[in-house]
């Protein structure tokens, strides 16, 4: 859970102990200096202290919540992150997103702890929008945990499904496999998969060449 501070940051713990291990991911995989479209940024944490590390890079970050907006200001202020342009309301599942002014030089989409916290209608929608969207060199990157084979890859994952589970039927971990084929259904092909601390992955997506 999320607490706030006084100047109104959201702080969510699991994104400084994920941080690290992610930036070292990206910093090998991103692609040449373009807009980076951070999907579901939450407190915005991640896109303060991500984007500065990409100086090259325009770093767009979005969420549903409106209510999160403010928090992503605040963070990136407060750490001095000047190539993050204004957050967005974007709701992933809609078929229309609102980022015309991004797509002439998107090369890269990010989404972190998002496909098992919200219905699998978002999850599809973010990779129907990779597929559309994403340039032939560009990447999307996904984060956090997956079932392999249906089944949770330990035991606090097999806890933390029925616990996102009873919060909503929607939610909860989705299986690899059925990622990579919806994936797969819209161009893209999984160009890595990298086993991460507590059992988490990073897999890139890569548009199928044209």
Avoid: K
């Avoid at 590390?53 to 403010?70: T, Y």
């Avoid at 599942?93 to 699998?120: G, Q, Y």
């Amino acid at each position: 859970m999320a607490s706030e501070e006084q100047d109104g940051r959201l702080h969510a713990p699991a994104v400084e102990r994920n941080r690290e291990p992610i930036l070292a991911v990206l910093r090998t995989v991103m692609p040449t200096p373009g807009t980076i479209l951070e999907i579901a940024s939450g407190s915005g944490q991640h896109a303060a202290w991500f984007a500065p590390e990409f100086p090259g890079h325009r770093w767009a970050p979005s969420d549903v919540d409106p209510d999160n907006l403010s928090s992503i200001d605040a963070w990136c202020r407060q750490e001095g992150a000047v190539n993050v342009i204004a957050p967005r309301v974007l709701d992933a599942s809609a078929e229309n997103w609102p980022v015309t002014d991004l797509e002439a030089d998107l090369i890269a989409m990010l989404s972190v702890n998002m496909i098992h916290i919200s219905p699998w209608a978002a999850g599809l929608g973010l990779l129907a929008a990779a597929g559309r969207l994403l340039p032939d060199n560009g990447i999307l990157f996904l984060y956090g945990p997956f079932l392999r084979d249906g089944q949770p890859a330990t035991d606090s994952d097999a806890e933390f499904d029925r616990s996102l589970q009873a919060r909503d039927p929607s939610w909860g971990l989705r299986d690899l496999d059925q990622v990579v084929a919806a994936a797969n259904a819209q161009g893209l092909v999984l160009s890595q998969q990298l086993a991460m601390p507590v059992g988490n992955l990073s897999l890139i997506f890569r548009p199928e060449p044209r």
